[in-house]
């Protein structure tokens, strides 16, 4: 056996002792965790739960349905909460009331998007659909919140249960923040259902994971005019065409290679004849990067590029990049540490076989926004399962969700928040019990 064998045996050896988390003993393990959450009552609790939210998906701060359904929950369970906190979101408490707290995030909005999917829990409101899988999330955190209460007088601090708005695009996160929700919070911990990988499966990586992103619209005016004079127009399809192979130069030849950076023009509109410019063109889309000084970079140089591109075809040209209703996304760096921590709570829970390590992608999330503030650590949890059917990808009409999924992720809550503040306070405890011993 070589070294690397022997170091990865004694650490699998470590990984495997099992920690006493509960004196009472019915769960002492993370797979503990998994096994009671796969128990026909709290599955089938989760499944009905994650079918009524879908059939009303609600978009960003619109959730109150969503929400009062939530809280109806909490109110059974006998779990206090706020409400209304950033408009729809609840914050809900399990444990001691005390410190440490750790949080765990769900969010709760759904998409602009026709359900395709015929099946008995089809979306009931037109042009709307939980096509992320967001109605899982809700399921899986009061799955968490569940098992957290049976075992509540065993906590060692105090759970944070987030429910959050609006995490499609109008910084739901970042309300929460501002409302002062996670405020002594030691950590948070977040998950999104993934595809296309195995049910069973994780998928996490220390460090950046997803990019920062930000969206912009720019309006290009010209003079308008006959198609064939067009020396009596100025003609704003070509300043616009223009504007949009020069945005391609800014990632091509101004960022680093090895900085991922990516921005796209995904909307262009104007014209509507044969034989006649328009007085005006409007072309938006989305850019990307791995640090916020990437991201500020790119913003200023869009607004740069398309003012002075537009300028040349002596159009006009005002750039908008939403600082209201959508706001530049921070990049998910998940935190060092809690990534060991992650691994270990993993490997116990499935099987360290089973995590894999995640490549990291250009799509982002609003669990950054909590990153920024507070060490945070946000994984994605596997669906697919091939013998079933292949799931189609998030925000698809066809999106499916996996509800085998939804005990994986309520016992990954339970015990990332359970396991967390027990070792906050073992680690508090030898610390003072090094400062007696030093005195
Ligand atoms: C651009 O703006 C200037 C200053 O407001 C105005 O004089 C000019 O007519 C505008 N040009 C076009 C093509 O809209
Ligand atoms: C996949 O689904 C089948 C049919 O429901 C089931 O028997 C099997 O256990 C599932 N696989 C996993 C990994 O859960
Ligand atoms: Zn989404
Ligand atoms: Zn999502």
Redesign the pocket.
């Known amino acids: 056996m070589g070294f690397a064998k022997w170091v990865s045996l004694i650490l699998v050896l470590c990984v495997f002792d099992p920690i006493p988390i509960f004196s009472d003993s019915t769960i002492s393990s993370p797979s503990d965790f998994l096994n009671f959450a796969k128990k026909p009552e709290l599955f089938d609790w989760m499944v009905g739960i994650r079918r009524k939210i879908h059939e009303i998906p609600e978009l960003g701060y619109e959730e109150f349905e969503t929400s009062k359904l939530i809280r109806a929950e909490l109110d059974k369970l006998g779990i206090s909460y706020k409400y209304p906190v950033a408009i729809t979101g609840v914050i809900g408490y399990v444990g001691n009331g005390k410190p440490p707290f750790v949080a765990l995030r769900a969010d709760m909005d759904g998409l602009p998007v026709q359900e395709m999917v015929e099946w008995e829990h089809k979306s009931k409101i037109p042009g709307k659909m939980h096509a992320c899988g967001h109605d899982a999330h809700v399921a899986m955190l009061l799955g968490g919140a569940k098992i957290l209460k049976e075992h509540e007088k065993e906590l060692q601090g105090t759970v944070v249960l987030v429910f959050q708005p609006a995490e499609e695009g109008a910084g739901g996160a970042k309300k929460i923040l501002e409302a002062g929700a996670l405020e002594n919070v030691k950590a948070i911990f977040g998950l999104h259902v993934q595809h296309n990988l195995p049910l069973g499966e994780i998928s996490c990586k220390s460090g950046p994971i997803l990019a920062g992103s930000g969206f912009f619209e720019a309006v290009i005016?010209?003079?308008g005019g006959h198609a064939a004079i067009p020396q009596h127009s100025?003609d704003p399809i070509l300043a616009a065409s223009n504007v949009i192979v020069s945005l391609q130069h800014l990632v091509s030849r101004e960022a680093d290679p090895l900085d991922s950076q990516v921005v796209t023009v995904a909307k262009f509109q104007g014209g509507g004849a044969f034989n006649v410019i328009p007085d005006s063109v409007a072309i938006g889309g989305t850019f990307r990067a791995f640090s916020k000084e990437g991201l500020l970079q790119l913003r200023q140089r869009i607004e740069e590029v398309v003012t002075r591109q537009a300028a040349v075809q002596?159009?006009?040209a005002s750039v908008s990049f939403f600082e209201n209703e959508k706001v530049l996304f921070p990049p998910t760096i998940n935190h060092e540490s809690l990534h060991e921590f992650f691994l270990k709570i993993a490997g116990e829970m499935i099987g360290r076989h089973k995590v894999k390590e995640m490549q990291p992608l250009m799509g982002s999330e609003d669990f950054a926004f909590y990153q920024e503030h507070l060490p945070g650590y946000f994984y994605f949890l596997g669906m697919e399962n091939k013998t079933v059917a292949s799931l189609e990808t998030g925000h698809s009409p066809y999106f499916q969700v996996n509800e085998d999924a939804l005990p994986y992720g309520a016992a990954f809550h339970a015990s990332l928040a359970t396991t967390y503040l027990f070792e906050f306070q073992q680690q508090v405890s030898s610390q003072e019990a090094k400062y007696h011993d030093e005195l």
């Open positions: 005016s010209g003079k100025i002596r159009c006009n």
